[in-house]
């Protein structure tokens, strides 16, 4: 335990202990009427209680606005937008009943806007004109192996015709050669047209590479006499002359396995001052579990996902240009897990951390990198603690972004293991040799842990269960803050509400911390009763908001470019010792790859403060930022909005 945090321990024990003797030496028998509870709620709001520790703060919607909130990001309007889609509700699903929410925290104001997908684990993030690009959602609920009823699965489809693409609408057949057994498509799909393969020498034709569709099929009928054991050819029905010859399907084994989630196509901006959806051109891959992350020239990237028929999308990523609003796939494949934590660097490259939320073999696409995208080049960095538990971990851009320094938390094993890491993993990326390295340890293995940076280049992290989805009642109530100067923790005061899978955390313009969501699969400790979707949320003040008043920020420009100043007004001028440019968050399921806090360079004058936007735009990527200055004695400023274009 380092010094400070030695000091900090020993301050919250002491507070609590001279509470105690006082009460006992006064009023003796009175002490034990005194319930725990109250007992609690006295000593965490004693003033230096919450100057040591920050205190927590549970908010309840009125019941016609609650909703199993599991996506957010801060909108530059100062709101929250909350998405649920069907919230992870077979029930919602089956009756199109989507939910998205506005919330003013300021206000207090919440209302419903009209929501129209299931965007229940899309993608999001950020774009340059300050609307939210959201891709991907759920067409289908999984299917566990019990509950299906009919044999099915994925169907290649191969046209081996150069000349001309084969559309197969929903509802072909396909018959086994060998099996006799015919199975039943459930949508359209196109197979491309083959590809002719000529020798590289002489130039002679050698054979032609079919073009490939893939689609899910399932049996006309229910029951297990229409499995398939093996893999064979299907014959397509309804096909004549060459269509006939050169089309044709291969399928595995087709059975009453579990059937996954299936992923859509749709994609949308959400406009923050409109407060819509406003539909763009669809993705050429279906996803549900995507990560969308901004590149060098502002076009996003959209990686992994289940596709439309419950398969990882093998490797095919995909680019949105904001001008066009349309989708465009890489030159090159490279395949992820689903929610991979990829981050742009400063030098214009992709950052792997090896974070992600599962689904995909345990043994691709699972170690941590840089990815040139352009290329397709892939340096693996060494060093990674619990590699194999790094599913449902974070990861989390240390402040400030200019040292490029990453820090990997928590994390469990492949799938519904029990196993949880209690390892945080540093990266230096500047570093000759990048190579991982352990921080300070968490108190318990921990999936799920939320982690929000804050405007005094700390982060606070909080939350996460040890097991999976929080079984037997494994939630972990303890909240931390780290600190990268020191590469230590500090441990505040503990969140009231546990937080699990489907939560989040996101950074409020006031400096507070929001968190929503939580996903228990049980609601006891012996695993017996079905859990209940948290839709209560819960704001977190940290400690500095306690130590005084804090630094006035007004005036200035509302866009600032890279490389110009900008100047505002405050009283306090001659107090602020930092200035950060932090953008906005844009969180689900542990993946927040939007949030970075930038340091700006600053000078002072009277009560003028003038601050200068570094030039790097793989550093500063185009949109909106919250502009804080912080004090000697860290307290940060409201934030000031401004726009980088």
Not at 57 to 71: D, L, M, V
Not at 274 to 291: F, Q, S
Request: with cysteine.
């Amino acid at each position: 335990m380092n010094d400070r945090a030695g000091r900090r321990r020993a301050r919250r024990l002491a507070i609590g202990t001279a509470v105690v003797l006082a009460l006992a030496g006064t009023n003796g028998p009175w002490l034990y009427r005194f319930s725990t509870e109250k007992y609690h709620q006295y000593q965490i709001n004693k003033p230096e209680y919450k100057a040591e520790n920050g205190h927590w703060e549970i908010i309840e919607f009125p019941e016609e606005y609650r909703q199993n909130t599991i996506h957010a990001a801060l909108l530059h309007t100062g709101k929250i937008l909350l998405v649920a889609g069907s919230g992870n509700n077979q029930d919602n699903f089956d009756a199109k009943k989507f939910d998205t929410r506005i919330w003013d925290p300021v206000k207090g104001t919440i209302k419903k806007v009209d929501t129209p997908s299931d965007l229940f684990c899309t993608g999001h993030t950020q774009l340059a004109n300050g609307n939210l690009l959201i891709a991907g959602g759920t067409k289908r609920y999984e299917k566990l192996k019990g509950d299906v009823t009919k044999a099915g699965g994925l169907m290649i489809v191969h046209n081996e015709n150069p000349d001309k693409p084969i559309t197969l609408p929903a509802g072909t057949k396909f018959t086994g050669k060998r099996n006799g057994k015919t199975f039943v498509s459930k949508d359209p799909v196109l197979v491309p047209r083959a590809k002719k393969v000529f020798d590289p020498v002489t130039g002679e034709f050698l054979h032609n590479d079919p073009g490939l569709g893939r689609i899910y099929v399932e049996a006309q009928k229910s029951g297990a006499e229409y499995e398939t054991g093996t893999q064979d050819n299907y014959r397509v029905q309804g096909l004549s002359g060459a269509d006939a010859r050169n089309t044709y399907g291969i399928a595995q084994k087709l059975a009453l396995d579990k059937k996954d989630f299936q992923g859509i196509r749709d994609a949308y901006e959400f406009d923050p001052v409109a407060e819509k959806y406003i539909k763009v051109d669809p993705m050429n891959e279906a996803r549900w579990y995507p990560t969308l992350t901004t590149l060098s020239d502002g076009k996003v990237l959209s990686v992994s996902g289940l596709d439309d028929i419950g398969q990882l999308v093998p490797g095919k990523n995909e680019v949105f240009d904001p001008k066009t609003k349309k989708w465009t796939y890489t030159e090159k494949m490279r395949q992820f897990p689903t929610y991979p934590a990829l981050f742009l660097m400063q030098n214009g490259k992709i950052f792997y951390s090896g974070s992600n939320a599962g689904y995909g073999p345990d043994d691709v696409g699972r170690e941590p990198g840089v990815w040139d995208v352009d290329t397709n080049k892939f340096t693996r960095i060494p060093g990674l603690g619990d590699a194999d538990l790094m599913e449902t971990s974070g990861t989390v851009l240390l402040p400030p972004a200019q040292d490029e320094k990453y820090m990997v938390v928590g994390g469990g094993g492949v799938g519904e293991s029990k196993e949880s890491s209690n390892k945080t993993r540093i990266v230096d990326l500047k570093a000759d040799r990048p190579e991982f390295v352990d921080g300070p340890s968490l108190e318990k293995g921990t999936r799920y842990p939320q982690t929000s940076i804050l405007p005094d280049d700390t982060v606070l992290v909080s939350g996460g269960s040890e097991d999976y989805r929080g079984r037997g009642d494994s939630d972990i109530l303890q909240a931390r803050i780290y600190h990268p100067d020191s590469n230590s923790f500090d441990q505040v005061a503990d969140p009231l509400v546990g937080r699990n899978y489907h939560s989040g955390s996101i950074l409020l313009p006031d400096g507070r911390v929001m968190f929503f969501g939580s996903d228990s699969l049980y609601a006891d400790k012996a695993n017996t009763k079905p859990g209940k979707f948290e839709q209560r949320v819960e704001i977190y003040t940290p400690p500095y908001l306690y130590r005084g008043a804090r630094p006035s920020l007004a005036g200035g420009p509302q866009t600032i470019a890279r490389g110009a100043s900008g100047t505002f007004t405050s009283a306090e001028a001659s107090s602020i010792r930092k200035v950060r440019l932090i953008r906005p968050s844009a969180s689900t399921h542990v993946t927040d790859v939007d949030q970075r806090s930038i340091e700006l360079d600053f000078g002072v004058e009277g009560d003028k403060v003038k601050v200068t936007v570094p030039k790097n735009r793989n550093l500063v990527q185009a949109g909106w930022y919250m502009l804080f200055v912080t004090d000697g004695e860290g307290v940060p400023s409201e934030a000031q909005w401004v726009r980088v274009p």
